[in-house]
């Protein structure tokens, strides 16, 4: 089976599990998303969403963060992974926006990725979820999902994200992106995962791939 015939029907088991799946992240608008976005590397979406309340209440925009403290801001997203340099690079960011884009985000990939803190992965997301924009921004779940169901063989996440830009139509990234996270979350753990019960794997079009997988153990790198 060719790999767009496979994406189609995945896609169509992902429809029929995750309708219309939400935004994981709470913001208000480009700004607060950007923050939150920029937060959620090396943490939970659940933690970033504790968190946000008390940082956006402190300041909610460019203007009010860059007048914060790098410490102040620290206080508040201690728990996040990663703290100190992600305060450092939101006290930052928050700067740039003000002197450079009147407090505004800007809505172009490559101005996104420039700012601190921001790359390719983060940028993206904010394309797509704050602007509407297609994109396909691969974490952990996307990678991982991709190769097991064999839509990519790809090694990094810039291959993978090629690949799966060519598998599913342009105007289904923004939706299927969330819908594999959700996905992968909820039923396609690193380990002990379940391939007869799953919605997809079990589909036997699919059960080559697993059975790919069970070839010897590579050493770790
Ligand atoms: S069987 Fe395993 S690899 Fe396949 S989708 Fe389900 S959980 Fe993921």
Not at 1 to 19: D, H, Q, T, V
Not at 25 to 36: E, F, G, K, M, S
Not at 71 to 86: F, M, N, Q, V, Y
Not at 187 to 207: E, L, M, T
């Amino acid at each position: 089976m060719k790999r767009a015939e496979k994406a189609e029907k995945i896609f169509s088991i992902l429809n029929g599990l995750y309708p219309k799946p939400p935004i994981p992240l709470d913001h208000q608008d480009a700004y607060t998303l950007l923050v939150a976005v920029l937060l959620s590397a090396q943490c939970t979406d659940e933690r970033v969403n504790k968190v946000t309340p008390g940082l956006f209440k402190k300041a909610s925009s460019p203007q009010a963060m860059a007048k914060l403290s790098v410490e102040d801001i620290l206080e508040s997203i201690r728990s996040c992974g990663l703290a100190p340099t992600k305060a450092k690079n939101i006290h930052k960011l928050s700067q740039t926006l003000v002197a450079e884009y009147k407090g505004c985000v800007p809505n172009e990939l490559e101005l996104l990725e420039a700012l601190p803190g921001v790359g390719h992965k983060t940028a993206s997301v904010v394309m797509s979820q704050a602007f509407g924009v297609p994109a396909f921004p691969v974490d952990t779940h996307i990678f991982r999902n991709a190769r097991r169901w064999g839509l990519s063989r790809g090694k990094n996440v810039n291959h993978v994200e090629k690949d799966l830009k060519k598998v599913f139509p342009k105007e289904v990234w923004n939706k299927v992106h969330l819908q594999i996270i959700y996905f992968g979350r909820e039923y396609c753990p690193a380990r002990s995962h379940n391939p007869v019960d799953c919605p997809i794997c079990s589909w036997a079009g699919i059960k080559s791939i697993l059975v790919a997988e069970k070839k010897p153990k590579q050493k770790k790198a």
